[in-house]
């Protein structure tokens, strides 16, 4: 496995990545990917096996707070999990945004995705309190515009 920067020829890869996220992921428009792989293809992964992409990990780094790195997307092709795909390319987005001078990572998942929570704790992320629970995940209503409550997890860099 080779994890790099997205690059534009990569781009139908993550697309049909993408199709296969439902319901927690789903792909994005052919020129948001081609504005990632411009413009933020330094925290924008992607893992790639014998040229094929298995894995995403989109990020970006805060204008407005540019401690903060908020990671948009993360997804391993299902064939290809518990693999190290994931840890990869989290791992690989963490070193960058320390790199950029960054102190925190962040990100979200929908409600009753358990399989996220499981995976962002065991990569040492801390589910932020907000201000209700589903099956023991902490949410914050609203979080992401109306009607949009999300579990919001973070990972800070020490010292």
Known sequence: MIIEALRVP??????????????????????DYWLYAE????TCRVALDGGRVVGIALGFRSQDAPEDLYVQ???????????????????????????????????TSKPGNSAA????????????????FIDGVSLITDYKGPGQTRAVYELVREG
């Open 10 to 31: 990569l781009i139908p890869g993550v697309i049909a990545l993408t199709e296969l996220g439902a319901p927690y992921i789903t792909p994005r428009g052919y020129s």
């Open 39 to 42: 413009l933020f293809s330094s």
């Open 73 to 107: 997307d993360v997804m391993t092709h299902p064939d290809h999990r518990r693999r190290g795909v994931t840890r990869g390319l989290v791992d690989e987005l963490r070193e960058q945004a320390w790199e950029l001078g960054c102190r925190r990572l962040y990100l």
């Open 117 to 132: 929570h499981k995976t962002w704790e065991r990569l040492g992320f801390t589910n932020i309190r907000g201000d209700s």
